[in-house]
């Protein structure tokens, strides 16, 4: 698997790269995620590990959390902190070097996929917690209903990648996870998954194109729609995890 020397060799437009994305909407989504965080003891202060454009501090700030991120794209950090104003770290969580319990939610919101050893950084996320914080991430579920029937579509076209990584362009996935290996991760790794599902996805709007990219469009909506229906089809894994009460490693 080939690693980036440097993170900003992959990530250094974020008009290009969140192209699509609504900034609105994903504040609006990640209060819904951050007023359910607090039935499972979320509060005050919070970490959002890959922040992006900066949407779930904004979020977090707003409902009275005392938050930051950290952005190891340096343009994307200089994005979000002049759209919100927020303090955002632009160096990775193991250069930090933050004290341990130092935060009581931790945030990663599409992240993991995009990182070469996520058990490293699960395991530091376990030490900067403190007892009984906790950790809510999303990531892209493999066994979607999507990833599943785009990869098929691919061997149609007689294509030679994959659905399912993109570890040499946009958007980089270069880990791929299931409900049960991301259990895992998380398990091995200091936590207890207190509620684990799946996420709606949606179509990425074409707007050029011919017959056959608006057909394709179509058809990738009804896609989403359809793994609505079917339990575990939909496209994303959220996972809530708890610091467990034991040790790391016992």
């Keep these: 698997m080939p690693e980036m ?4 060799e992959g990530y250094r437009d974020p008009e290009e790269y969140f192209k699509g994305h609504n900034s609105v909407l994903k504040i609006e989504k990640s209060i819904k995620v951050l007023e359910r965080l607090r ?16 949407e779930m501090v904004r979020a977090a700030i707003n409902l009275g959390f005392s938050a930051i991120g950290i952005e190891t794209s340096a343009e994307f950090a200089a994005a979000a902190q002049r759209a919100y104003g927020i303090t955002v ?8 070097l933050f004290d341990a319990c130092s935060f009581d939610v931790v945030t990663l919101r599409a992240v993991l996929e995009h990182v070469y050893r996520p058990a490293v950084l699960v395991a530091e996320i376990n030490r900067i917690l403190a007892p009984g914080g906790v950790l809510w991430l999303e990531v892209p579920n493999e066994a979607s209903l999507y990833s599943v029937i785009a990869e098929q579509y691919l061997k149609f ?4 990648w994959t659905a399912h990584l993109s570890p040499t362009f946009a958007p980089f996935h270069v880990q791929g996870f ?10 091995e790794n200091g936590f207890d998954v207190v509620d684990l599902r799946t996420a709606v996805g949606s179509a990425w709007p074409r707007h050029s194109g011919g017959v056959a990219i608006r057909v ?21 894994l959220e996972a809530i995890a708890v610091k467990a009460a034991r040790r790391l490693g016992e």
């Design 216 to 236: 394709e469009y179509h058809a990738e909506r009804a896609v989403h729609l359809i793994a609505r229906l079917i339990p575990g089809a939909s496209l994303n």
């Design 157 to 160: 076209q007689h294509k030679t």
């Design 89 to 96: 770290l632009n160096r990775a969580l193991d250069k930090v």
């Design 178 to 187: 299931t409900s049960q290996s991301l259990t895992r991760l998380l398990s």
């Design 39 to 54: 039935r499972f003891g979320a509060s005050r202060r919070l970490l959002d590990i890959g922040c992006g454009l900066g």
């Design 5 to 8: 020397v440097e993170t900003n």
